[in-house]
């Protein structure tokens, strides 16, 4: 569901000369947080849709200023807010669950950081004012404004790296959140059709990584399933 892929972006420039290198604050606080992530009992599960309708739709939409990004936080934020132990997480002691769903989108800086505007109440809000909200987080994240509530509130998390072209990878859980989930790119697929013929079909693989202390199994794939009937049926996204 991505776009056509971008040229891959260059590799951080390497030092001058050999030798240890710090981390920048943000770097540190990064890797903090992956080290954190290691502590928590995840599990992995992904499913292949179909995002022929879906990209339809946002090629319609495009004109109208609907981001890529907007679109599909949309088609999981309709989804986790049919599960809240999907938007949930885990203090140690037991569920904490969250009355928004916040998405967060991973986005990648210039100087080698990482950083998760957040869209906010994303079931609740349109397509059209997320995009608005989305251009206006990454003018943010780019000048390095954001304010905290910007990129620490989210409850659910999409890293997409489907404009570079990967067909399928695992995302490292934030912590704090019940879940990510990693969107691929659409690569054209021959695909069996229940008539016995055959078609070309662009097929997404999404991989969701879950807190197994929260969210059990047959919860993480009925909510992959949500979001596939979402991303297959996207006209629902439009309201």
């Given at each position: 569901?991505?776009?056509?892929?971008?040229?891959?972006?260059?590799?951080?420039?390497?030092?001058?000369?050999?030798?240890?290198?710090?981390?920048?604050?943000?770097?540190?606080?990064?890797?903090?947080?992956?080290?954190?992530?290691l502590d928590v009992?995840?599990?992995?599960?992904?499913?292949?849709?179909?995002?022929?309708?879906?990209?339809?739709?946002?090629?319609?939409?495009?004109?109208?200023?609907?981001?890529?990004?907007?679109?599909?936080?949309?088609?999981?934020?309709?989804?986790?807010?049919?599960?809240?132990v999907i938007n949930?997480?885990?203090?140690?002691?037991?569920?904490?669950?969250?009355?928004?769903?916040?998405?967060?989108?991973?986005?990648?800086?210039?100087?080698?950081?990482?950083?998760?505007?957040?869209?906010?109440?994303?079931?609740?809000?349109?397509?059209?004012?997320?995009?608005?909200?989305?251009?206006?987080?990454?003018?943010?994240?780019?000048?390095?404004?954001?304010?905290?509530?910007?990129?620490?509130?989210?409850?659910?998390?999409?890293?997409?790296?489907?404009?570079?072209?990967?067909?399928?990878?695992?995302?490292?859980?934030?912590?704090?959140?019940?879940?990510?989930?990693?969107?691929?790119?659409?690569?054209?697929?021959?695909?069996?059709?229940?008539?016995?013929?055959?078609?070309?079909?662009?097929?997404?693989?999404?991989?969701l990584t879950a807190?197994?202390?929260?969210?059990?199994?047959?919860?993480?794939?009925?909510?992959?399933?949500?979001?596939?009937?979402?991303?297959?049926?996207?006209?629902?996204?439009?309201?």
């Amino acid at each position: 569901a991505a776009p056509a892929p971008a040229p891959a972006a260059p590799a951080p420039a390497a030092p001058s000369q050999a030798g240890a290198v710090p981390f920048t604050t943000m770097q540190g606080a990064i890797a903090k947080n992956m080290q954190a992530s290691l502590d928590v009992a995840c599990f992995r599960c992904t499913v292949d849709i179909c995002t022929d309708d879906f990209d339809a739709l946002y090629k319609q939409l495009k004109p109208k200023g609907v981001t890529m990004t907007a679109l599909l936080s949309k088609a999981i934020g309709n989804a986790v807010g049919q599960f809240p132990v999907i938007n949930a997480s885990c203090d140690g002691n037991g569920f904490v669950y969250n009355e928004d769903v916040n998405i967060a989108v991973a986005v990648a800086m210039d100087d080698g950081g990482l950083i998760t505007p957040v869209l906010k109440k994303a079931d609740q809000t349109d397509i059209y004012e997320l995009s608005r909200q989305w251009k206006d987080l990454v003018g943010k994240a780019r000048a390095k404004k954001l304010a905290p509530d910007e990129y620490s509130t989210g409850t659910f998390t999409m890293s997409n790296l489907g404009m570079f072209g990967v067909s399928q990878f695992d995302a490292i859980l934030p912590p704090g959140q019940g879940g990510i989930m990693a969107v691929s790119s659409a690569i054209p697929t021959v695909c069996a059709m229940p008539d016995g013929s055959t078609k070309v079909r662009k097929i997404m693989k999404v991989t969701l990584t879950a807190d197994h202390r929260t969210v059990m199994g047959k919860d993480g794939a009925a909510f992959l399933v949500a979001f596939r009937d979402i991303v297959e049926n996207p006209e629902q996204l439009v309201f």
